[in-house]
């Protein structure tokens, strides 16, 4: 199947010229800034079956996100960190009011989900980063909307780093990997589950599952980049 587009209307970005490179506050001011809605028959074509209902994302990792959000994860750009965690936020609430307003979809996907949790880091890395991205991603949300975030999940072990792992190695390692905290009150029926980039979905299937075991009947997964589908990335 062909790969869906994702990214802005205003502007191609498809094609990287490295001597323009904007900042994102200054990108924002240019595009028309919402989320792409993938459609669950194309991204269940490379991430399979899933127990999450809706993925959305600013758009594929490519230029100019991967620049930003690899300067603000490993070059310690913060205020690179901060505008792309407004961008998100402003990007979840204009999606929701056009979804309202268009009336898309059911009901339930049509209104704002009820708390937001996040992948969790390692603590490793976490010491060795001083933040975890997604956390700050959801919560910076989570001011916008004013809806609570769960601290859902943990790290069961440090593991090895997943870059370069496919779908079906990383999918093994989640399993091990992640396990979902013990609440003091019942578990909202809609959550938004938010990774600052998504390449093969494992982690985000593995605890979409676990919150499906907690009872969560709507699950919408959030983030900033997504990996265009590799048809060896089995």
């Not at 049509?110 to 880091?121: D, E, F, G, L």
């Not at 976490?126 to 959801?138: D, H, I, S």
Request: proline share 5%; glycine share 4%; with cysteine.
């Amino acid at each position: 199947d062909k790969v869906p587009s994702c990214h802005f209307r205003t502007r191609d970005v498809s094609t990287p010229d490295h001597s323009m490179v904007m900042s994102p506050d200054h990108w924002a001011e240019s595009v028309a800034l919402t989320f792409c809605k993938l459609e669950p028959h194309h991204w269940r074509t490379w991430l399979g079956n899933t127990s999450y209902q809706q993925l959305l994302c600013l758009s594929y990792y490519q230029f100019p996100w991967q620049h930003w959000i690899l300067c603000w994860k490993f070059h310690d750009d913060l205020l690179a960190g901060a505008l792309l965690c407004q961008l998100f936020a402003r990007a979840a609430t204009t999606h929701f009011n056009i979804v309202t307003q268009q009336h898309i979809g059911s009901a339930q996907y049509a209104k704002i989900p009820a708390a937001i949790c996040y992948v969790p880091t390692s603590k490793t890395r976490y010491a060795k980063r001083g933040f975890n991205p997604a956390e700050r991603v959801a919560r910076t949300l989570a001011s916008s909307w004013q809806r609570p975030v769960i601290d859902a999940f943990y790290c069961k072990a440090d593991t090895q780093a997943q870059v370069g792992a496919n779908r079906r190695q990383r999918l093994r390692q989640a399993t091990k990997r992640f396990g979902i905290k013990a609440q003091s009150s019942p578990w909202p029926t809609s959550v938004v589950l938010v990774d600052d980039v998504i390449t093969t979905g494992a982690t985000v299937q593995c605890l979409a599952r676990l919150l499906t075991q907690q009872g969560v009947k709507h699950i919408t997964v959030a983030c900033l980049c997504l990996t265009a589908p590799n048809r060896d990335d089995k």
